[in-house]
């Protein structure tokens, strides 16, 4: 979400730095040009102003010159006064200028002025000043902070445009997926700011998936599975009642507990394996001796080498401690070690090394193999590829598919092939190192 608050903030300042930069500079020509109208129209104004009130000076004696100033002041509200010529030092490319048409307008740092020459008073000088226009509001400043607003809100919309269409197709993927179409992703795209909240719902999607596949091959097989024994209990009932003496009876009754134990088993065995997806969220890594976890699932192991007369060995020559949940991965090595056994001729060999970027151990034995047709199947559940071993047994076809659960967890990968070393099955655990 680091990448949505960036590109929030960007947009923003952004747009209002840069927009109101435009803007300002837009204004300032534009009052620029207004301005230089409005001074060049009140200039105008003034000078004709100067020149008729120095015409009427002129006229009239010297002696009255102050008090028609000051009538000057109070009849056309002006700011206008005499000077002294003596007072006023000014070059004499300017002084010129008071003698003609309008006066000589100058500057201070406060206001602008005008001078005027009384021709028949050369004494004395006639002074405007121009006061500095005022600041009108216009329709302009409108218009202005309107379009301020406007482009801001333009730029949000283009931002915030792929952001609505990716919660879009979001929102679209979710309501297909729950219409049933569970293989819905959102495609990544470079230009979306929630790819967080996108791969977030990819795995989502693909756990929901996985689990209603799971649950789906779970019921299947269930209900396939299940239908012998009930149709033995059933025939088994029927046969006791029907027995006319207490040993047929007993026979019966006999096979009936063994297929009730079958069927204990077997749905137990499958309750656990539906439960696998909930005891994900509670597995606890810790630092382990792979090498000391390796040799107790060996040991526990050894009575079944015994009795199949099968040679069981350890080889590794470093030590190895990895971040693991040792309950499930020692479960894991059981599986896979007593399954190598049962296939094996005569030995089985474990192996386990690390490198800068992963821990790999490896179970190979020196059996049979497995068909090339087949290595693609032997982690889906239910799936048996020795039919000699039976449900009766205790062989649900459960064994790789709670193995590859187990490894899936410690976001690890399983892979079988078939050993050129000892002939046989190997079975290949890779676990990346979490850095």
């Given at each position: 979400m680091r990448g949505l608050y960036l590109s929030i903030i960007i947009t923003v300042l952004g747009s209002l730095?840069?927009?109101g930069w435009g803007l300002d500079k837009l204004a300032e020509h534009a009052e620029s040009g207004q301005q230089a109208n409005q001074e060049s129209q009140r200039t105008l104004l003034y000078r004709q102003l100067v020149q008729g009130l120095s015409s009427q000076l002129n006229d009239l004696p010297e002696t009255s010159l102050t008090d028609t100033v000051r009538q000057f002041q109070q009849q056309y509200e002006i700011n206008s006064h005499l000077v002294l010529s003596d007072d006023v030092a000014l070059p004499q490319a300017l002084s010129v200028q008071l003698d003609h048409q309008g006066g000589l307008l100058l500057a201070s740092q406060n206001d602008q002025y005008l001078l005027k020459k009384l021709s028949k008073h050369p004494s004395y000088l006639l002074q405007i000043n121009i006061p500095l226009a005022?600041?009108?509001?216009?329709?302009?400043?409108?218009?202005?902070?309107?379009?301020?607003?406007?482009?801001?809100?333009?730029i949000l919309i283009l931002w915030v445009f792929p952001l609505s269409r990716r919660l879009y197709l979001l929102n679209n993927a979710a309501a297909k997926i729950g219409a049933g179409q569970l293989d819905m992703r959102i495609k990544p795209s470079r230009f979306s700011y929630i790819k967080m909240l996108e791969k977030s719902f990819n795995n989502m999607a693909g756990q929901i998936e996985k689990l209603v596949a799971d649950n789906k091959i779970l019921a299947r097989s269930l209900s396939h599975d299940i239908r012998t024994p009930i149709a033995c209990l059933r025939f088994g009932l029927e046969a006791a009642i029907d027995s006319k003496t207490l040993e047929k009876k007993n026979s019966y009754l006999t096979r009936m507990d063994s297929e009730l134990t079958n069927m204990e088993e077997m749905t137990s065995a499958f309750l656990e394996y539906a439960s696998m997806e909930r005891q994900?969220?509670?597995?606890k890594k810790q630092k382990t001796d792979v090498n000391a976890l390796i040799k107790s699932a060996i040991g526990d192991c050894e009575i079944l080498a015994n009795q199949k007369e099968v040679r069981l060995s350890l080889a590794t020559t470093q030590p190895i401690h990895f971040s693991l949940d040792y309950h499930w991965c020692y479960r894991v090595l059981i599986n896979l070690i007593s399954?190598?056994?049962?296939?094996?001729?005569?030995?089985?060999?474990?192996?386990?090394?690390?490198?800068?970027k992963q821990l790999i151990i490896t179970i190979e034995d020196d059996?049979?193999?497995?068909?090339?047709?087949?290595?693609?199947?032997?982690?889906?559940?239910?799936?048996?590829?020795?039919?000699?071993?039976?449900?009766?047994?205790?062989?649900?076809?459960?064994g790789l598919a709670i193995c590859a659960k187990v490894v899936d967890w410690h976001h690890g990968t399983i892979s079988t092939?078939?050993?050129?070393?000892?002939?046989?099955?190997?079975?290949?655990?890779?676990?990346p190192i979490q850095k």
């Amino acid at each position: 979400m680091r990448g949505l608050y960036l590109s929030i903030i960007i947009t923003v300042l952004g747009s209002l730095f840069f927009i109101g930069w435009g803007l300002d500079k837009l204004a300032e020509h534009a009052e620029s040009g207004q301005q230089a109208n409005q001074e060049s129209q009140r200039t105008l104004l003034y000078r004709q102003l100067v020149q008729g009130l120095s015409s009427q000076l002129n006229d009239l004696p010297e002696t009255s010159l102050t008090d028609t100033v000051r009538q000057f002041q109070q009849q056309y509200e002006i700011n206008s006064h005499l000077v002294l010529s003596d007072d006023v030092a000014l070059p004499q490319a300017l002084s010129v200028q008071l003698d003609h048409q309008g006066g000589l307008l100058l500057a201070s740092q406060n206001d602008q002025y005008l001078l005027k020459k009384l021709s028949k008073h050369p004494s004395y000088l006639l002074q405007i000043n121009i006061p500095l226009a005022q600041e009108e509001s216009s329709s302009f400043n409108f218009i202005l902070t309107l379009a301020l607003y406007t482009s801001i809100c333009c730029i949000l919309i283009l931002w915030v445009f792929p952001l609505s269409r990716r919660l879009y197709l979001l929102n679209n993927a979710a309501a297909k997926i729950g219409a049933g179409q569970l293989d819905m992703r959102i495609k990544p795209s470079r230009f979306s700011y929630i790819k967080m909240l996108e791969k977030s719902f990819n795995n989502m999607a693909g756990q929901i998936e996985k689990l209603v596949a799971d649950n789906k091959i779970l019921a299947r097989s269930l209900s396939h599975d299940i239908r012998t024994p009930i149709a033995c209990l059933r025939f088994g009932l029927e046969a006791a009642i029907d027995s006319k003496t207490l040993e047929k009876k007993n026979s019966y009754l006999t096979r009936m507990d063994s297929e009730l134990t079958n069927m204990e088993e077997m749905t137990s065995a499958f309750l656990e394996y539906a439960s696998m997806e909930r005891q994900a969220l509670h597995i606890k890594k810790q630092k382990t001796d792979v090498n000391a976890l390796i040799k107790s699932a060996i040991g526990d192991c050894e009575i079944l080498a015994n009795q199949k007369e099968v040679r069981l060995s350890l080889a590794t020559t470093q030590p190895i401690h990895f971040s693991l949940d040792y309950h499930w991965c020692y479960r894991v090595l059981i599986n896979l070690i007593s399954n190598a056994i049962g296939y094996a001729n005569h030995e089985v060999l474990v192996s386990a090394e690390i490198t800068k970027k992963q821990l790999i151990i490896t179970i190979e034995d020196d059996g049979k193999g497995i068909a090339a047709d087949k290595l693609d199947v032997v982690f889906t559940p239910f799936v048996k590829l020795d039919p000699e071993r039976s449900r009766e047994q205790g062989h649900f076809g459960l064994g790789l598919a709670i193995c590859a659960k187990v490894v899936d967890w410690h976001h690890g990968t399983i892979s079988t092939d078939n050993n050129k070393r000892l002939s046989g099955a190997c079975f290949t655990i890779t676990f990346p190192i979490q850095k």
